[in-house]
Every structure is written in structure tokens, then in C-alpha cells.
């Protein structure tokens, strides 16, 4: 990951917001996506958590929490999450068989799963 003097601006300006409005959904998403990029995935992780507090019928802030779990390597919270966002109306499988945030998940059969039932689900 390549990191800029823009990536620190927007993380520090971010974080001032937030410092401000600690429940913004928008300046939460922003965060958690910066603190990912920037490989600060106990930060993104801990952005997401705070918005599916927020925000617990949200299938998009439950995919998010999966994919920061995927990046830590907790396999089994990531897949619960995902299917739990999926439950929600998380419908987006093209998404993630491409979503470079679930790279750890590809080869687990739980996973393929998911997959096979959001086929199933499109036809």
C-alpha cells in the first residue's frame, strides 16, 4: 500500500469531524475505508463495528464488518458477518468475488457457499 501526504491529511481532517460528531455514518464510512487503505485494518475494523451499532439493519455496514474480519484472518466472524449482510439484503456477488478485502475467504467452502446460494438467488 502506497502511502501519500493526502492519505495522512484526510485521515487527520477526518478524525477531526469525528472528534466532533462521533456518530457521523458518513465520516465513519470515510474512516473506515482511509484506515483500510492506509493498512490500519484494527482501525477500519473498529470504524465498521461503530456502524453496525449505528446502523444494525444496514447489509452494506455488515458486509463492510466482514470484509475487516476477513483482513484480519477471523475467518469464521467474516463469514457470519457476511451472511448475516446478506440476510439484510446484501446481494452484491460479483462484488465479492472480485472484493480484494476477501482474498483470506476465497477457498473456504463456507464461502463458496454463499456464492453458490447468491447464484442461485440471481437466476
Known sequence: MHKSPKDDFEITFFEGILK???KDIEV???LGGLYT???RIDDGLRMDRKLVRLLPDNPTAHYNL???FALKNKEV???ETLNFAIKLGY???DWMLQDPDLESLRKNPSFKDIIKKLSE???
Request: with cysteine; hydrophobic share 30%; charged share 40%.
Open 66 to 68: 466482514a470484509c475487516s
Open 37 to 39: 487503505k492506509d493498512g
Open 91 to 93: 446481494v452484491d456477488r
Open 121 to 123: 438467488k440471481s437466476k
Open 77 to 79: 466472524q467474516a463469514i
Open 28 to 30: 465513519l464510512e470515510i
Open 20 to 22: 466532533r460528531s462521533p
